[in-house]
């Protein structure tokens, strides 16, 4: 369990960062509340007990970004409550089928902020996520809390540390970082674990010449709890690394790096460290455009890299490839991640806070194996966003292909989700949304004397909803759901029908 004293540390930061909009900046911040009903056709997500159930739900929601003084922060959180948390309902296989809790209160929280405490020489940072994420990937139930299925964990991350950066000389630049971190998750069986990570560099400032060389240290050390999986355990990791960078042109430029790393965890080969290298380039043709791409090998094998980013007045693209290696408390704290990532004109793209929780088609983005070691993780991804005066379209896919080290199984999981708006008159809105998702894993790779571990999965999920602004603050919302999903297990093989009726205050 997390001390007072720990969650006190992030909780005055958050609070010293909370004051900086009175400071001169650009900071943006809303506040709302929505009270809701569902009605849903299959509670239990089954296609042996289907069973009708109205669900009562309300959702307060905060957002603020922005940056003033020496303080910067981007906060979005929201929580949602319902009724069917504490109800007495039960599906055939046991209530939730033992796979974890069912959920009354679903928060989702995304916090990254720094203040600047020593001019020019130390800065704090803090962040902290919280998100829901299923248990096992590979049944009903994960997804959200609308059902009535325990298939649902809580992960609850938070983080402090400091960093400085210090020029020496007139090219040169010093740079470090410290970073702590711990991660809870409401279902014993993924277990804690907390995270000390360091790293260093010293070298010559790109922008100071054509030819910058520099030296990096890293260090990441993990305590994982005793949990249901198995008792304590630490693995490490540390690099040294050298790295070179030859500007060519205002556009385009090359890099190249070489080093050295030493890891200490459990794994079928007894190659878990050694020598790598990275060659590539950077091409920025103008500031709407950015390319990155290499390629280099790492002691588990090639390691291909690319970063494609186009930003306009009316749209946003993205396209990323990369093998890498992940713990699961990685992925599950990705929500984090990935806004913290976004530029600050991409922020638009995330769907809005109130659609975050209870959602199927927001993602939970946290499909992982509940093994606590370390795994390889090939990751491709798109994402592209327009907006015209009266119609917005969105396309997000993703593909992650998970393998663990300690066993070598494999987990593979596709998402594609499309959504479009369009402005129907003054206080008029209406939505359409598709989604698909596809997960395929080894028949053992999920076990831990859980059955259905491991089993293929596909869903599809469509929508239309209908949004009319009544008054200045208030927002009316009608929605229709339909879900159809497929699996090697009868239980998770089902249809559903959803409506969703929705009112939101805007403070």
């Not at 969105?394 to 393998?403: F, P, R, V, Y």
């Amino acid at each position: 369990m997390m001390s007072r004293a720990r969650l006190l540390l992030p909780a005055a930061m958050a609070g010293a960062l909370l004051g900086a909009p009175a400071v001169a900046g650009e900071w943006t911040k809303s506040a709302g509340l929505g009270v809701g009903t569902y009605y849903s056709d299959n509670i239990c997500l089954s296609g042996v007990d289907k069973q009708g159930q109205w669900v009562g739900t309300a959702r307060p929601d905060v957002s603020l970004q922005g940056r003033g003084g020496r303080a910067s922060m981007n906060l979005r959180a929201g929580v949602e409550l319902n009724t069917l948390g504490e109800s007495n309902i039960e599906c055939v296989g046991g209530r939730g089928r033992n796979l974890g809790n069912r959920e009354s209160v679903v928060p989702r929280v995304s916090f990254n902020g720094d203040m600047e405490l020593i001019e020019n020489w130390l800065t704090l940072e803090a962040n902290a996520m919280a998100a829901q994420n299923p248990v096992n990937p590979f049944a009903a139930g994960g997804d959200d809390a609308i059902n009535g299925v325990d298939n649902t964990n809580l992960t609850y991350q938070y983080g402090a540390g400091a960093r400085s950066q210090r020029r020496i000389g007139d090219r040169g630049i010093f740079s470090a970082r410290y970073n702590y971190n711990e991660q809870y998750n409401s279902v014993r069986l993924i277990g804690n674990s907390t995270q000390h990570s360091a790293q260093a560099s010293l070298g010559t400032d790109p922008a100071a010449a054509r030819l910058s060389v520099g030296i990096n240290g890293s260090y990441r050390k993990i305590e994982f709890d005793d949990s249901p999986q198995g008792p304590a355990f630490s693995p490490e990791f540390a690099t040294v690394t050298a790295n070179a960078r030859l500007r060519l042109s205002r556009s385009f430029a090359l890099d190249a790096t070489v080093g050295e790393e030493f890891n200490d965890f459990i794994s079928l080969s007894d190659e878990i460290d050694g020598t790598f290298w990275d060659a590539g380039f950077t091409w920025t043709p103008n500031p709407r455009v950015s390319v990155a791409a290499g390629y280099g090998e790492r002691f588990f094998g090639s390691t291909p890299r690319l970063n494609i980013n186009y930003r306009h007045k009316r749209s946003t693209f993205n396209l990323s490839y990369l093998r890498s290696i992940n713990l699961p408390r990685d992925i599950r704290g990705r929500f984090n991640q990935q806004v913290q990532d976004l530029p600050p004109d991409a922020q638009d793209l995330l769907p809005d806070i109130e659609d975050l929780p209870g959602d199927p088609l927001a993602g939970n983005g946290g499909n992982t194996f509940i093994g606590r070691g370390p795994i390889q993780n090939e990751t491709l991804s798109l994402s592209w966003g327009f907006q015209a005066r009266r119609t917005g379209v969105g396309l997000n896919a993703s593909e992650s292909l998970q393998t663990q080290f300690a066993t070598g199984n494999s987990a593979t999981f596709r998402n594609v989700s499309l959504t479009l708006t369009r402005r129907l008159g003054p206080s008029m809105s209406a939505d359409a949304r598709l989604g698909w998702n596809k997960r395929e894993g080894d028949d053992e790779g999920f076990g831990i004397g859980i059955g259905g571990f491991g089993q293929n999965l596909e869903t599809w999920t469509a929508g239309l909803g209908l949004s009319r602004t009544l008054g200045n603050s208030t927002t009316l919302t009608l929605r229709y759901q339909y879900r159809d999903m497929s699996s090697d297990n009868a239980f998770n093989t089902f249809t559903e029908n959803r409506v969703n009726l929705n009112v939101r205050y805007q403070f």
